[in-house]
Nanobody, 120 residues
Framework: QVQVVESGGGLVQPGGSLRVSCKVSGSVSSIVTMEWYRQAPGNERELAAAITGDGSTNYLDAVKGRFTISRDNAKETVYLQMNSLKPADTAVYYC??????????????WGQGTRVTVSS
């Protein structure tokens, strides 16, 4: 059974940094795209950052220049380094992974989320 597990959330002061990680296990499929979504209280879930297999990245305008997404294919892990954090970055951060099965069809799995709180 495929599992996607996030870790590394917590409380950080404005201007601080935090790195969240997402580990995939139990997959026999190839990983196509690894993404970080976030959902703040009362808001819809939004795509914060994404990275493809060839290393191409995409960022939400609000986090460009502050967040960096990276992946370790050997470890099947994706990271989100968050710098210069703002209270507006407070949210639950969800890992979303798109797989391609040996048959060729795609499917996706969500993690359970990790909470990031930016507050003094």
């Amino acid at each position: 059974q495929v599992q996607v597990v996030e870790s590394g959330g917590g409380l950080v002061q404005p201007g601080g940094s935090l790195r969240v990680s997402c580990k995939v296990s139990g997959s026999v499929s190839s990983i196509v795209t690894m993404e970080w979504y976030r959902q703040a209280p009362g808001n819809e879930r939004e795509l914060a950052a994404a990275i493809t297999g060839d290393g191409s990245t995409n960022y939400l305008d609000a986090v460009k220049g502050r967040f960096t997404i990276s992946r370790d294919n050997a470890k099947e892990t994706v990271y989100l380094q968050m710098n210069s954090l703002k209270p507006a970055d407070t949210a639950v951060y969800y890992c979303h992974v798109v797989f391609r099965a040996p048959t060729g069809w795609k499917y996706h799995v969500w993690g359970q989320g990790t909470r990031v709180t930016v507050s003094s």
